[in-house]
């Protein structure tokens, strides 16, 4: 069957659902609707359906189905794999869903599946919730909570996905659960940071905190004292630093020069004076140099929208570390002294040790256990400089995790034939299964898969 007929099938079948946009090639409002975050993905799906219509999209799963289409999911449309379309396929998209409700009673927020992290915010913050997430507004909460989720409250609420309390979920059969009843808490856990890979989630279902008090500021460190510093603060981090301490130290280009700096940004919460603060200073010898930037979480959020405003072409690799040896230390700064471009930027996520101890962790989230995500991240314009910028990320992430390698963020990956890299740890059999009970056809593939690799699972690490 050829896509004009796919198209001409699959528009009747969708006819007479209210409430569903329907975008085909060559049509107003497509070339736009096709676009991800990544312009390294250029990619034309068949047709992009845009409806939270349940009917409608039970239609759209039996179609995608019996013509063995395959289906893209969207939330914000951020993955850097550019998970958020498909070539030649079904994309349904729901970044238009952006809805946020607070049912205190319930102690829950309810969460459309397109909402961006700044709509959360927006919507809990003035009313003295939060629900903890990551930076840049603009990224889905969708595809966060699903890959994990790592943000400034890591230390005290632990990730995203340990948040999730509950879900909508459509299966390939068209039937919807709740993943909170009894007979579904498997899939709840799976949802906690293994994927899209169960169905299609129509509302997400958050624990709402407290919004604590917080104090966020920078700590600039001059390319001549990086060396020193990042030996110390490898150290303070390892055996010091408190649970409501979350820093991420970001190696940058300085600009209008050859030479790389280190600002290590924080976000100090619910805190009774800046005596954390002071001891961080201390420990690295740069005692008074902390800059205050705010006290409002709101506006911390969204602090770095600016530096990673769409469009662009990027490529990532992440690597977990459970702790910072001296040869990973190193081959940060090797990395870190050779970024071919301004937009580069190599982040240490600091997943906080003291986490583990006051945080829930029943999740199928493969890196629960580790202490650091380090991220290698490079972002351009040109086509042209594609392999300079992509040969210096792969190099720069190939050196820090050594010979034995490291797992990686499943949500900072690209698909490249890591899936059981980035999902399947120590609870690969387990997720497996859920897999099989929930979507053994393997519909929902359009991600760093769990089906594509049972038999990577099962080997012995
Ligand atoms: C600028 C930027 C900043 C970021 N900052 C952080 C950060 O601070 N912390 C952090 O942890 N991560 C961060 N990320 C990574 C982010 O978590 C991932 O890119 C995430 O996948 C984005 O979700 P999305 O909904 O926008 O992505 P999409 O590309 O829309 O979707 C990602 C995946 O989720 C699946 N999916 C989407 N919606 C659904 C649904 N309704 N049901 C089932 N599956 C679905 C898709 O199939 C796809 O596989 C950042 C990314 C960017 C680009």
């Known amino acids: 069957m050829n896509d004009v007929t796919t198209q001409i099938r699959l528009q009747q079948a969708l006819q007479g659902h209210e409430a569903v946009e329907l975008l085909f090639p060559g049509e107003p409002g497509y070339e736009e609707g096709r676009q991800l975050y990544n312009r390294m993905h250029d990619l034309h799906p068949l ?44 994309l349904l998209d729901f970044s238009g869903f952006r809805g ?41 909460i969708a595809g966060l909570t699903l890959g994990g989720g790592i943000g400034w409250f890591v230390g005290t609420l632990g990730f995203t996905c340990d948040n999730l309390v509950g879900a909508d979920v459509m299966l390939a059969s068209g039937e919807v659960v709740r993943a909170e009843d009894p007979q579904h808490r498997d899939l709840l856990w799976a949802l906690r940071g293994g994927g899209g890979n169960f169905g299609v989630v ?37 055996q010091d630093c408190p649970a409501n301490l979350v820093l ?55 602090w770095f929208d600016d530096r990673f405003q769409p469009p662009m072409r990027g490529y990532w690799k992440s690597i977990c570390l459970d702790d910072f040896t001296s040869d990973a230390m190193d081959a940060l700064l090797t990395a870190a002294s050779s970024m071919p471009g301004q937009r580069c930027s190599i982040t240490i996520e600091h997943l906080n040790k003291a986490r583990r101890s006051t945080t829930p962790d029943d999740s199928a989230f493969p890196l629960k256990s580790r202490s650091y995500s380090v991220l290698f991240s490079a972002r351009w314009e040109q086509a042209r400089d ?13 050196a820090t995790a050594g010979n034995d390698g490291a797992p990686a963020y ?12 980035v999902l399947l740890g120590s609870d690969s059999e387990r997720l497996l299964k859920v897999k099989q009970r929930y979507d053994g056809g393997n519909l929902f593939r359009r991600n760093h898969n769990i089906g594509m690799n049972k038999e990577a699972a099962r080997a012995p690490a």
Not at 55 to 64: G, N, S
Not at 115 to 137: E, F, H, K, N, Q
Not at 386 to 398: E, G, S, T
Request: hydrophobic share 40%; aromatic share 8%.
């Open 248 to 302: 991420a130290p970001l190696f940058s280009p300085v600009p209008e020069s050859d030479r790389c700096g280190l600002a290590i940004d924080f976000c100090l919460s619910d805190y009774q004076d800046l005596g954390a603060i002071e001891a961080l200073e201390q420990a690295l010898g740069l005692v008074g140099r902390h800059q205050y930037v705010t006290d409002d979480f709101r506006a911390w959020q969204g």
């Open 386 to 398: 594609d392999d300079r910028f992509i040969r210096w990320v792969r190099a720069a992430a190939l």
């Open 100 to 140: 946020v409700e607070i049912d205190a009673q319930q102690g829950i927020a309810r969460v459309q599946p397109g909402a961006r992290l700044g709509d959360v915010d927006a919507a809990l913050c003035p009313r003295g919730y939060v629900v903890p997430t990551g930076t840049v507004s603009d990224t889905g």
């Open 410 to 421: 499943s949500n900072y990956s690209f698909a490249e034939g890591s899936s059981h890299t």
């Open 202 to 238: 129509l509302e997400f279902r958050y624990r709402l905190s407290p919004l604590p008090k917080v104090y966020c500021g920078s700590i600039a460190v001059a390319p001549q004292e990086v060396p020193r510093v990042l030996l110390q603060l490898g150290h303070y981090m390892e």
């Open 47 to 90: 047709l992009i359906v845009r409806t939270l219509d349940r009917a409608a999209i039970r239609t759209v799963l039996k179609v995608v189905t019996e013509n063995r289409l395959e289906l893209a999911l969207r939330g914000g449309g951020h993955h850097i794999a550019g998970f958020g379309s498909t070539e030649g396929g079904v």
